[in-house]
C-alpha cells in the first residue's frame, strides 16, 4: 500500500515521478517550448500586475492633490 505522504512533501522521489510523468506526455522536444510560453506569460502577468500598480498609486495621488487643493481653496475662502 502506497503511502499517502509520498507526494505531500515534494521530495527526491516525488520530484523524479513529476518530471518523467511531464517527459511521457510532452516528449523531450516539446518542453523547451512549453517553457518558453510559461516564462512569457509570467512576464506579461508581472508587466500587467505593474502597470496596475502604477495606475493605481497615480489615482491615489491625483485625489491626494484635489483634497489638498480643496482644503486649501476652502482656508482661503474662510479668510474673506
Known amino acids: 500500500m502506497v503511502s499517502g505522504t509520498?507526494?505531500?512533501i515534494p521530495?527526491?522521489?516525488s520530484i523524479i515521478l513529476i518530471?518523467?510523468?511531464i517527459l511521457l506526455i510532452?516528449?523531450?522536444k516539446k518542453i523547451p517550448e512549453l517553457m518558453r510560453g510559461l516564462g512569457?506569460?509570467?512576464k506579461e502577468f508581472k508587466d500587467a500586475?505593474?502597470?496596475e500598480e502604477k495606475q493605481e498609486d497615480t489615482t491615489q495621488h491625483q485625489t491626494h492633490q484635489k483634497?489638498?487643493?480643496h482644503q486649501k481653496q476652502h482656508?482661503?475662502?474662510e479668510k474673506q
Do not use: H, N, R
Open 26 to 28: 510532452f516528449g523531450g
Open 19 to 21: 518530471v518523467v510523468v
Open 49 to 51: 500586475s505593474g502597470e
Open 40 to 42: 512569457s506569460g509570467l
Open 6 to 8: 509520498f507526494l505531500a
Open 67 to 69: 483634497q489638498q487643493t
Open 75 to 77: 482656508v482661503k475662502d
Open 11 to 13: 521530495g527526491i522521489a
